[in-house]
């Protein structure tokens, strides 16, 4: 039985990997004060371009560098036309989707039925070996410790780091920023390739070790859950890591009651990642103070330093 | 060959519908190709079910090359959408049009009523006209093969089926499967993984690990992705591929595979429209008419199950054997169908009930 449990709470990390990802980079473009909603689109680009370069080079690396590139790629396309050009950012989000869905399955096309074993599972030497807890920490692909280290390193540089300081001041007051003088445009376009860094991440992960693939919109919705997951996490970096623990632990123990033959309808269990948010939203809804503490004030508003 | 694209198609759809009213459908001529149109439900790179379909596309194209023109529109949602597309294919000169979807039946009737000239097929539908045929494949048979292998091989008794939508085809591949696995090993039960979507690797390879976590030692699937397959091969255990051949994604772990083969199907009905000996008829076919086929079996399984497998599939092709003959038992261990029946198309069409062997209840 502790068997299954261990077994039950790897599948739970593998399902929760690719939303601490794509979340945690939406999180940082959004507390820049950019609402970029092409995630998932982000997320197909860079799970199509690391599964082509991985089934070509044969290179792992190259394959997550790959991910990762083709999502800046394209959120430096959403950085043009938004911050530039100041398109309309929900506009430009939706296109970036719909977009990354066709670019992904034009580039995808010859790949099909492709099959690549996926990322190695790496072992740290002797504390794998420990019972339980070995199995559970210390032997994952790469990506999974990534995961959990970028999550750190962005709660830091957010709340311990004078350029965190700066990022979030964008986001809540970009006149303010520019008064005291600094290139908000320039941020902004930092946070939001890192966004897109993020998802190709998020897509790499999907393609190279989630389910070791290329099929046609393989993300499935999760670009949304993502960013739904920000704003349940309340832009929060640890409550986003927990967020995205809590809704993959959903998807995947309703699996298990399934199997075990407990009657819950599925499609229910499939809705709570969203109710979940919008009980959320309505919960910081009821309380100013705490939006104005966590929500990025500036999210979504055009700056241009001329006016 | 020529691919409108999802977004094109969106962008296209406001102008459809003006255009199809101005535009006569051009007199199709002698020396002209016939154009044949398809409509997908999902992207043809689903590897599954759509796939399937755009390969029989191909096939019209390499076996009658510069006598037919094709061309496919893809990821065509189920509602007001489909009604424009169909409409604009048939506008623009088509002359047989393949709609490869259930939730198409009632858009391609009302276009085919506007069109009397233009031929019309929906796959799995069961609306007619003169002019519009319909067509499905015995998808249940192939599971009974499947189910024998599988009562046969495993060692645990418990088989995990990981299943989309609670519709009636998929019950009955459900049941097809139990029956049959039953026959081989009274022991044998199915566990059922509904996870509510055609598609989504991710899912469906979770409800795989999911299934096998709690003791399946084998997994069956009526999804579209080879996700499953590949945890079954990465966790040692045995798997059924869907739709296609799936073996290069687990060359140990699939011991066969349900093949959805439209092409003889497509190729005889461009052939009659060719011809001029199209009519509208409704076929619903499955392993003899080779509509459902099977992939070599897999190394893992032992000589003495591959020739049982074969049994059921031979007696299913001479008529010997019928997936849902007598006795069946319902969950309850009622007898439902006596023994020397058959449950008849009407009854398999609309099936909403588990047989035993089954665990858990059917979603309603």
């Known amino acids: ?307 | 060959m020529k691919l409108i694209s999802p977004l094109r198609r969106s962008l296209l759809a406001g102008a459809v519908a003006m255009v199809s009213t101005l535009v006569a459908l051009p007199l199709a001529n002698a020396a002209d190709p016939l154009k044949v149109g398809f409509v997908y439900v999902g992207p043809i790179g689903d590897h599954g079910w759509t796939y399937r379909h755009d390969q029989g596309r191909l096939a019209i194209e390499a076996e009658f090359g510069d006598a037919v023109e094709t061309t496919y529109v893809e990821s065509v949602s189920e509602g007001a959408d489909a009604e424009g597309v169909i409409r604009k294919l048939a506008a623009t000169g088509h002359d047989l049009i393949f709609t490869t979807s259930f939730g198409y039946m009632n858009p391609t009737l009302k276009v085919a009523k506007q069109f009397p000239d233009v031929k019309f097929e929906h796959a799995t539908g069961y609306k007619r006209a003169d002019n519009l045929a319909t067509y499905s494949a015995r998808f249940y048979e192939g599971r009974a093969v499947l189910g024998t292998i599988a009562g046969m091989m495993t060692k645990s008794n418990v088989i995990g089926y990981i299943a989309s939508f609670p519709i009636p085809e998929v019950v009955r591949g459900i049941n097809a499967f139990s029956i049959a696995m039953r026959k081989v090993n009274p022991d044998a039960e199915i566990k059922v993984v509904w996870v509510n979507t055609w598609y989504d690797p991710g899912k469906e390879g979770d409800a795989a690990k999911a299934l096998i976590d709690q003791g399946a030692d084998i997994i069956t699937q009526h999804t579209d992705s080879p996700a499953p397959l590949q945890v079954a091969e990465a966790r040692g255990v045995y798997g059924f591929g869907q739709a296609s051949d799936m073996s290069q994604f687990a060359p140990k772990a699939q011991l066969t595979s349900i093949i959805d083969d439209w092409n003889p199907y497509y190729i005889e009905r461009t052939r009659a429209a060719i011809e001029g000996t199209w009519s509208s008829i409704d076929t619903w076919t499955g392993i003899k008419d080779g509509m459902v086929g099977f992939p070599a079996y897999g190394e893992s399984v032992p000589a003495d199950v591959a020739a049982a497998a074969d049994v059921v599939r031979d007696s299913i092709v001479d008529g010997s054997l019928h997936p849902f003959q007598g006795p069946i038992k319902n969950q309850a261990g009622e007898i439902v169908v006596a023994e020397g029946e058959v449950l008849s198309d009407g009854d398999m069409l609309g099936m909403d009930w588990y047989v035993e062997g089954v665990q858990g209840s059917l979603p309603k």
């Open chain 1, 1 to 307: 039985m502790s068997e299954t449990v261990i077994l039950t709470l790897l599948t739970i990390i593998t399902a929760a990997t690719p939303l601490v990802f794509a979340a945690i980079g939406e999180l940082i473009t959004e507390k820049s004060g950019v609402l970029n909603l092409g995630v998932e689109g982000m997320m197909l680009v860079g799970a199509v371009s690391s599964f082509i370069v991985v089934s070509v080079t044969g290179v792992d690396v190259l394959g997550v560098l790959a991910g990762v590139l083709a999502g800046m790629l394209l959120s430096l396309v959403f950085s043009v036309l938004c911050l530039t050009l100041q398109a309309s950012q929900v506009a430009t989000g939706l296109a970036l989707t719909l977009f990354g869905i066709g670019l992904s399955a034009l580039a995808g096309q010859s790949m099909i039925g492709v099959a690549y074993e996926g990322l190695p599972k790496l072992s740290i030497p002797i504390l794998s070996e420990l019972p339980v807890v070995g199995q559970l920490l210390f032997s994952h692909d790469i990506l999974v410790y990534v995961s959990f280290a970028l999550v750190a390193a962005v709660a830091w540089f957010l709340y311990r780091t004078r350029a965190g300081l700066v990022l979030r001041a964008v986001g809540d007051s970009h006149d303010a920023a520019h008064a005291l003088g600094y290139n908000v445009v320039a941020i902004r376009y930092l946070a939001t390739v890192f966004g897109g860094a993020c998802s190709g991440l998020a897509g790499a992960y999907l393609s190279m070790s989630y389910s070791p693939m290329w099929v046609e919109n393989m993300t499935a919705g999760r670009g949304w859950i993502a960013l739904a997951l920000v704003v349940f996490a309340s832009w929060r970096p640890w409550r986003l890591l927990f967020g995205a623990y809590l809704f993959g632990s959903i998807s995947i123990l309703q699996l298990h009651g399934q199997a075990i033959g407990l009657d819950v309808p599925s499609q229910l269990m499939s809705m709570l990642p969203y109710i979940a948010t919008i009980l959320v939203l309505v919960l910081i809804s009821r309380d100013r103070g705490k939006i104005r503490r966590n929500a990025p004030a500036c999210i979504g508003k055009a700056f241009h330093p001329t006016t």
